[in-house]
């Protein structure tokens, strides 16, 4: 007899559909700022961490990701106060501009593995902090350079205007959130998402089952750096300022804690549920008024998490690698099961 | 040429990561594993030497080896506490990078955010025709030196120092000659750690203390295994002497460019020999 | 027209000489195997023609066109596919999500396709997942199709791997070893399985250190001793010549 989980009925639909539908329905029930822009900062750490979740799934471990976040946001904001282009052309261009960074990039670096391509994202990441802090007559160095909200889009019988709260962020944030999510669910459902596991989990063999390696590898990086430049963009002008020191390799490992915590099993659950909580919970240890507490707290939740998640595993695999995983579904069998 | 004080100053630096690469080095090649908050036990040893110091009245060395056993004994509670726990070596990256934050937190918590400094623990400057240097200084390299000749006679002339060699070329191999590597690694944890507090220690006395001092002899003691070639404990030494001096005197030269010299350097060499300049067998 | 072929291959690490001078060509349909004692070059040959390992001098050619120095990949695409002497796996997958990883090279529509779940991409993965599972019960794999693949034992894990390898549809397929750390049983049946690939059309090349194995599955052997062949012809003569007697003398003979 066949026995196995089918893993889609452990998450029903509905259940997705209607977590989708409360986000959405955020505003409407609180006007409050602070929710909000609490909210919206979870949301594009989510999108990155998705970004970085992709390249893991591929087998790369980088620790680059807020590189491409500083990219993608220097570019808008470069493209937007020095040269006064408006926000939507800028955020696009963005997105281009660190994915074009992303393949050029790693169509060098991806060659190398393990721990070695770790410690050259790092390099990277610095790199591009250190140009960033010095490049003074584009990037103003450490005085940062002050990005502006969006432009009002006029619908002719409605205008939104980015300027009076949050809201229209909000909503532009959980656009990015679900193209980013409907892309790489799509990802990990197709055969793209079986070949990166292959690439991933046995190199050697996969190169003599016909697989080229760099070139999965080099589409995972890359598909990561778009979404992550985006990402960029709308956390460098939802907070009007960038500096160098706000995306360096400290983020990079905030972004690596929130994948491992939110579960590595699926590439859209996984990274949305661990950046929500821990960013979230790191913004309201924030609020405690001793000096350092947050960090011990979260540290400290971060090493319990993963010290209790049975063999290594993140939050929302607890509950069934739905999703994204490399899985067959019981209907394309349903044929062999009279013959047993 | 940069004036003979840049040198020194390179020099010191190099002391400093040069201990700390060699603890990274010992680590990972026994457990397998690179452990990110070696920076934190840094910054710890600086901490413990700064207050055996001030407030127990400890001379200096006595201070720096206090330092190094305490953290060493945290690095082994960190070990068998956490490490051990947890399989894969991608959740064992997470969870010791989940441990900086808790680190460098409760130093805040408890040591508190302002720098502090010490003042010159040995005063005294000693003057040569062309250039003086402190005996702080001084101190500093000839403690290095001395932690590495004793590093070098326990590796190559004790019991403990065989097991190490072995298990780090042939852990399998030395498993059946009967090292228990599950022993050997928390010994292994606790040198790491313990050399990492005494490069904290050591130079505490020169520069300020804060809780965030880790960062940066981490990362530079990173690159400097990287140069050496990961796994590989000469190169460690030789990769922090390297970068010490490239620190300094290039700093004298270019400024910021320094850095950056530093990181495509790092960049180039893992590409094109990612084995590092010693080549150890790689992992 | 050749099928493959190797002319004048070496291969050498440092001053170790594991391969010199191979003349060697297969014809197609034919079960090839070669045999050796330990440390004749046999895994060399195999890791020289999939492209793990460069040949030092001399050249690979499959269906007349040159294959050596190639990316693996490239050969694999080319329809040459092999199987690893150790039991190389996706670490944690299961038994059907390994062949489905495995099945790479079957889906000739582009990825746009399976990206957007279109028609063509359903009927394609259809038709691919009958085959994986047509080739599961061709190997007697059934009963565990939802089995982690790591769990299962020594011997399935044997089949697993040259299922694996079957289901890229190989015009050639090279085993290594494909009976190590069997008893008589288990290889005779690991045997019967390689005879019935073979008579879908599959060309096979087989590399084992166990004459007796060999004796009943070849229709052809080669025989190779320090990395040079020593003889070659009808698997019952080649066993009596004297100098492969000599050559494997000492260790185990038929």
């Known amino acids: 007899m066949m026995t196995y989980i089918d893993y889609k009925n452990v998450v029903p639909k509905t259940i997705i559909a209607l977590g989708v539908l409360l986000i959405a329905l955020v505003p409407v029930l609180t006007a409050n700022e602070a929710t909000l822009s609490m909210l919206i900062l979870s949301g594009i750490w989510s999108v990155v961490v998705m970004g970085f979740t992709l390249v893991l799934r591929a087998g790369q471990f980088s620790l680059g990701q807020a590189a491409f976040m500083a990219i993608g946001g220097y570019t808008s904001a470069i493209l937007t106060v020095q040269m006064s282009w408006s926000f939507w052309p800028a955020f696009l261009m963005a997105g281009l501009v660190s994915g074009l960074v992303a393949l050029l990039v790693g169509m060098v670096v991806l060659r190398v593995g393990g721990i070695y391509f770790s410690i050259i994202t790092l390099a990277l990441c610095e790199v591009v902090r250190i140009i960033a802090q010095q490049w003074e007559s584009v990037t103003r160095g450490t005085r940062g350079l002050i990005t502006s909200q969006p432009n009002p889009i006029n619908l002719g019988f409605y205008e939104i205007n980015f300027f009076i709260n949050s809201v229209p962020y909000f909503y532009l944030t959980l656009g990015l959130v679900a193209l980013t999510g409907l892309v790489f669910w799509r990802i990990g459902e197709s055969r793209l998402g079986r070949t990166f596991a292959g690439v991933a989990l046995n190199q050697v063999l996969a190169e003599h089952q016909g697989m080229y390696l760099m070139r999965y590898r080099v589409i995972a990086f890359t598909v990561a750096g778009v979404f992550t430049g985006l990402a960029g963009t709308l956390y460098a002008h939802f907070l009007t300022v960038l500096t160098p020191t706000m995306l360096g390799l400290w983020q990079s490992i905030q972004i690596l804690i929130m994948s491992i915590v939110g579960g590595i099993g699926s590439l859209v659950g996984g990274p949305i549920v661990g950046s929500f909580i821990l960013y979230i919970f790191g913004s309201y240890l924030t609020r405690l008024e001793i000096y350092g507490i947050q960090q011990l707290l979260f540290g400290a939740v971060v090493v319990l998490v993963l010290l209790f998640l049975p063999k290594g595993t993140g939050l929302v695999d607890l509950w069934g690698k739905f999703w994204t995983k490399v899985i067959w579904r019981e209907k394309e069998f349903e044929m062999d099961e009279g013959e047993e | 040429m940069p004036p003979a004080g840049i040198w020194i100053d390179g020099l010191i630096q190099s002391c400093a990561y040069m201990t700390m690469a060699f603890g990274m080095v010992l680590v990972f090649s026994i457990l397998g594993i690179l452990n990110w908050t070696h920076g934190q036990f840094y910054m710890l040893g600086a901490f413990m030497v700064y207050y055996a110091i001030t407030i127990a009245g400890l001379p200096f060395p006595l201070s720096l080896l206090v330092a190094g056993v305490l953290v060493a004994g945290l690095g082994m509670l960190v070990k068998k506490v956490i490490i051990d726990n947890i399989t894969g070596e991608l959740y064992v990256g997470a969870a010791t990078m989940g441990l900086i934050f808790f680190f460098e937190g409760g130093a805040s918590m408890v040591f508190g955010m302002q720098d502090k400094g010490l003042a010159m623990v040995l005063p005294g400057v000693l003057n040569l025709d062309a250039f003086s240097v402190s005996h702080q200084k001084i101190a500093v390299v000839s403690f290095t030196l001395a932690i590495m000749i004793i590093l070098y006679i326990m590796l190559n002339f004790t019991r403990i120092g065989l097991a190490i060699r072995a298990t780090s070329q042939q852990p399998d191999a030395a498993a059946l000659y009967g090292v228990s590597v599950e022993r050997l690694s928390l010994i292994v944890m606790g040198i790491g750690c313990g050399l990492a507090a005494l490069a904290g220690g050591i130079i505490a006395p020169l520069y300020t203390i804060n809780p965030f001092i880790g960062g940066i002899p981490m990362l530079m003691s990173l690159l400097a295994i990287v140069i050496g070639g990961i796994g590989s404990l000469t190169g460690a030494i030789v990769g922090g002497l390297i970068l010490g001096f490239i620190n300094c005197v290039v700093a004298y030269h270019i400024s910021y460019f320094s850095e950056v010299v530093l990181f495509v350097l790092v960049i180039i060499i893992l590409l094109v020999r990612p084995q590092g300049l010693f080549g150890a067998a790689l992992k | ?254």
Do not use: C
């Open chain 3, 1 to 254: 027209m050749s099928f493959l072929e190797l002319k004048k291959v070496t291969r050498t690490f440092g001053k170790l000489v594991a391969l010199e001078d191979i003349d060697l060509k297969v014809e197609p349909g034919e079960i090839l195997g070669v045999v050796g004692p330990n440390g004749s070059g046999k895994t060399t040959l195999i890791n020289v023609i999939s492209g793990y390992f460069r040949a030092t001098r001399g050249e690979i050619y499959f269906m007349d066109r040159k294959i050596s120095g190639q990316r693996p990949d490239r050969i694999a695409q080319a329809g040459i596919i092999r199987t690893f002497q150790s039991n190389v796996l996706y670490e944690g997958t299961t038994v059907i999500e390994s062949m489905l990883i495995s099945s790479y090279q079957q889906y000739k529509t582009s990825h746009w396709h399976s990206f957007f779940n279109t028609r063509t991409w359903k009927d394609e993965n259809e038709e691919v997942v009958g085959r994986v599972i047509e080739l599961i019960k061709l190997l007697d794999l059934l009963n565990d199709t939802f089995l982690p693949a790591d769990g299962l034992s020594h011997g399935y894990q044997r089949l697993l791997g040259i299922a694996m390898a079957m289901i890229s549809k190989p015009r050639i397929l090279l085993l290594d070893e494909p009976t190590t750390g069997m008893n008589h049983e288990e290889a005779m049946f690991v045997v019967d399985k390689i005879k019935k690939i073979n008579e879908q059309g599959v060309t096979v090349l087989i590399i084992e250190h166990n004459m007796k194995v060999l004796l009943n599955v070849a229709t052809r052997v080669v025989v190779l001793n320090f990395g040079t062949k020593i003889a070659e012809g009808i698997p019952d003569e080649v066993m009596n010549r004297q100098e492969v007697i000599e050559a494997y003398l000492g260790t185990e003979m038929v």
